[in-house]
């Protein structure tokens, strides 16, 4: 029988190839126009896919999480990054945790360092079709504008199932509650909520500078 250190042993390295496959898995879906730094890590392989002449980077010890077992509230699908056009840009800043979100950019999508977003969130720069009707099936993806780019400050905590749209930005150290739409500017230091989110709690004495 195999005894308690061995079980460990065994365990640990079972789990290190579960990391490096998924590694693996999402490098695959990667381009030269996708930047993953030193110590990112996949649980679960994401979606990750850039559009020619277009950038997505992840900086160093960030974690995405793509499987419902390594999560408490689960994911209704792989982490999902695109960039829809050529020039978009999506940063992700250092020590950001992401649990199934889907990251759309037209434009650009900046998220801060230690940011964390929670299951399922969505943020987009973008309406992907036209708000008249004429043609909207066949229509393009409206044209980018600098002011639909979403910015997403350090330190900001982004709960499950809530969404993030065009033009967006949010201060550092805010939280966002789950479920919430944000259509407007979150002031740092804020707590919001609702649909749309409005400010109900402003935070003295940030842990972050």
Known sequence: MMDTKNRRLLSEGMRKLRVLGSLIRARAHTSKNVKIAHGVRFYGAPIIKAHPESTIQIRENSHLVSRSTD?????????????LVPGARIEIGAHAGISGAAICAAFKISIGNQVLLGSNVTIVDTDFHPI??????YAPIPTPRPEDQIEIH???????????????????????????????DVPPNSVVAGNPARQIKFMEGSTLA
């Open 71 to 83: 999560t408490a509230l689960g994911v209704s699908k792989p982490t999902i990054l695109k960039t």
């Open 132 to 137: 008249y009707s004429l043609n909207r099936r």
């Open 154 to 184: 350090d330190n900001v905590f982004v709960g499950a199932n809530s969404i993030i749209l065009k033009g967006v930005t949010i201060g550092k150290n805010s939280v966002v509650g789950a479920g919430s739409v944000v259509t407007s």
